[in-house]
């Protein structure tokens, strides 16, 4: 599967924006997929994720009641609302698949997208 992502861009603090991730194969191929997000010098970052029925979803403690990951079965693609936005959100944010069973683990996540970078002014 390819991942595109986009609907990256720069924002002040408290605004919003919306990423997408089109995938060219199917999203159900996978357990899980979700959104990464890294800045130089720091660790990548799981920030969300949603299970391949949908059901079940997460979000690191630092975005939940902002972010909100979401998808369109009938597009093949992967959605990361972001509200509230602050400047510590400032990253590259991929999406990926969950290659493995463990798919709250950054590292069992493969088939990244290229990034969509977020900037958030203060």
């Known amino acids: 599967v390819q991942l595109v992502e986009s609907g990256g861009g720069l924002v002040q603090a408290g605004g919003s924006l919306r990423l997408s991730c089109a995938a060219s194969g199917s999203i159900f191929d996978f357990n899980a997929m979700g959104w990464i997000r890294q800045t130089p010098g720091k660790e990548r970052e799981l920030v969300a994720t949603?299970?391949?029925?949908?059901?079940?979803?997460y979000a690191t403690e630092s975005v939940k009641g902002r972010f909100t990951i979401s998808r369109d079965i009938a597009k093949n693609t992967l959605y990361l609302q972001m509200n509230s936005l602050n400047p510590d959100d400032t990253a590259m944010y991929y999406c990926a698949a969950c290659t493995g069973y463990v798919c709250h683990q950054v590292g069992n996540y493969g088939h990244w997208g290229q990034g969509t970078q977020v900037t958030v002014s203060s």
């Open positions: 949603i299970s391949r029925s949908g059901s079940d979803t």
